[in-house]
């Protein structure tokens, strides 16, 4: 079994402000890619970031990049320069084999 | 243009009267998924397809079925709605099976059973 924690039912940020999204999962499998998605009011999945467990390389989108931790089963996002559109519910997801596991998400809120 | 659609968006409808929620993806995916979406508790899977005739349980199977048909539909059955099953309903498609390294999303769909 798989799962996924996220301890940060919600967050609130400055706009112009850095934002860090706290996430930890729990696996057996040594491959598997793990994923940030974003809804937004509009209920639309939104992929965010995406990294494979396989690099050590933390994978970075624009204003978007992540902390990802093998060995602690950590996988944080950060939201750096914060805008108003970022607003929205964020959820961490895990995936291997045929599943796709998420965490509990995370309200982030934008004060202008 | 590339996409996944649900139909219908909402959906208000009674305890035990049959119900079938479709989605269809023009992207020529082999993986498709449902899920349900309830308040603290995320996305969970509800049942996958690796390809056609091709189906499994995910991790709340219970009073759902499925099927796989044809490569870009695949339905979400409820014979027997009950309360517990208002939520909100994803399908999802990724290009293949195996390590999910994108699913593209429907828009959902929202369901109340009275």
């Known amino acids: 079994a798989q799962t996924v924690t996220q301890s940060q039912p919600e967050m609130s940020v400055q706009e112009a402000e850095t934002v860090t999204l706290s996430c930890t999962y729990d696996?057996?499998?040594?491959?598997?890619?793990l994923f940030w998605y974003k809804q937004p009011p509009s209920r639309q999945m939104i992929l965010v970031i995406r990294q494979e467990a396989y690099k050590q390389q933390n994978a970075t989108e624009n204003r978007f990049s992540v902390n990802f931790q093998k060995a602690a089963k950590s996988f944080s996002l950060k939201i750096s320069d914060s805008q108003l559109g970022d607003a929205a519910m964020y959820f961490c997801?895990?995936?291997?084999?045929?599943?796709?596991?998420f965490g509990a998400g995370t309200t982030v809120t934008v004060r202008a | 243009e590339a996409q996944v659609t649900q139909n219908p968006r909402y959906l208000i409808t009674v305890t035990g009267k049959k119900l079938t929620v479709t989605c269809s993806q023009n992207?020529?995916?082999?993986?498709m998924s449902w899920y349900r979406q309830d308040p603290g508790l995320g996305l969970r899977q509800i049942y996958y397809s690796m390809n056609v005739e091709v189906t499994d349980k995910g991790d709340v199977p219970e009073g759902y079925k499925v099927s796989r048909k044809e490569k870009r539909n695949f339905p979400l059955i409820l014979e027997s709605p009950s309360p517990n099953q208002t939520s909100l309903y994803f399908c999802a498609s990724s290009f293949q099976p195996g390590l999910l390294y994108e699913q593209y999303f429907g828009p959902g769909t929202r369901l109340t059973v009275t």
């Open positions: 997801a895990l995936s291997n084999d045929y599943k796709l596991s």
């Open positions: 992207m020529n995916h082999e993986y």
């Open positions: 696996t057996s499998e040594s491959d598997y890619y």
